[in-house]
């Protein structure tokens, strides 16, 4: 009885671990699925980048040279002005007063030494008859070097007067935009101490950059270039990323390298027909790059960064191998790889995410390049 009833509660166990044993779970490691490109070199046309700033050549603060109240305003803010166009007038009344009275006070001096250049002739006649003392026609000459410095003087009001009375009325040094008044009429400005505006040129414009010492050579030999109008060698990228439809040339390279960053200033200049440009704006210095050798390139999406350092995958016998790659700048959807690739190599361009290196893959047919870089 006892042997029976062991047998049964061996027999229920064996059953009851059948059934509730939890389920063995798959196996992992299985291999990856991706998409491969193949290698290809070509001749790209691509761009250095700089960041640069719009520079006026021409800025000039507008300020007071005589003292009094601003009593007109001839201009709209923000508009082009022309060249001797007028802007600002200060008291002018009062420096044509001032100028009037300079010419009168020069109008008497000349007549006071007319008379005594007649008087010192007569003098002198009558001492060669002996009817006029030796002191006597000493004060005549006395009086006619005082009556000329009287002249002298007077000549210099009427100067002084009549610069007062140009600077009275301000304007416009050259063909430019001038800005928001910083005073308004009514207001009472000191000789060389208000600021009243500022006015810079529109056209041409300059756009300053600084380049790499090491690069001093390849843009001596730019500037040695005759470039037409439409060379599109150096171009702006506008801080709405659009591109600037003028292309520029380069004016100058400054005199020096800067001894704390080894840098050099290059300025370019560019039309502005349009006022696109404005002074103090950033954007950026396309120069095309004219190297003609072929380069390996593949989509972009391609590489992985890791630490400030560039992987691609390879796939060699269904095994991806992860090379460390030096990247160029960007063409289109690719970027050009300057090391670590060879034409014909397939990467990896669709789950890369999911390698690791040595991870087996199961690839789809290669694929083409998704955006042909363009050639030259």
Sequence with gaps: MNKTLSLSVIISSAVWATFCKPPMAPPQGGPVPVNLYEVKEDVPVYYDYYPGNVVALNVVRLNSEVTGFLTDIHFEEGKTVQKGQKLYEIERSKYEASYAQAEANLKIAKTNLDKTQKDEERYNTLGEKGMATKQRLEYAQVDVDNAKAQVASAEAEVLRAGTDLRHATITAPFNGTIGISLVKRG????????????????????????????????????????????????????????????????????????????????????????????????????????????????????????????????????????????????????????????????????????????AAVQTAPPAAAEAKAPTK
Aim: proline share 6%.
């Design 187 to 358: 207001a009472f400005v000191t000789a060389g101490q208000t600021q009243l505006n500022t006015i810079s040129s529109n056209d041409p414009m300059a756009v300053d950059f600084v380049i790499s010492e090491k690069e001093i050579s390849r843009f001596l030999g730019f500037q040695e270039e005759k470039l037409s109008k439409t060379d599109s060698l150096f171009t702006i990228q506008l801080p709405d990323k659009s591109i600037y439809k003028y292309p520029g040339h380069i004016s100058f390279l400054d005199r020096g390298v800067d001894p704390q960053t080894g840098t050099l200033k290059v300025r370019l200049l560019f039309p502005n027909p349009k006022r696109e440009l404005r002074d103090g704006m950033s954007c950026n210095i396309r120069v095309l790059n004219r190297n003609t050798s072929k380069v390996p390139m593949v989509p972009f999406k391609a590489v992985v960064e890791q630490m400030g350092e560039y992987f691609v995958y390879v796939v060699e016998k269904d095994t991806a191998r992860q090379h460390k790659v030096t990247i160029g700048p960007e063409v289109g959807s690719n970027v050009i790889v300057f090391k670590g690739l060879n034409p014909g190599e397939q990467v990896v361009i669709e789950g890369v995410q999911k390698l690791k290196d040595g």
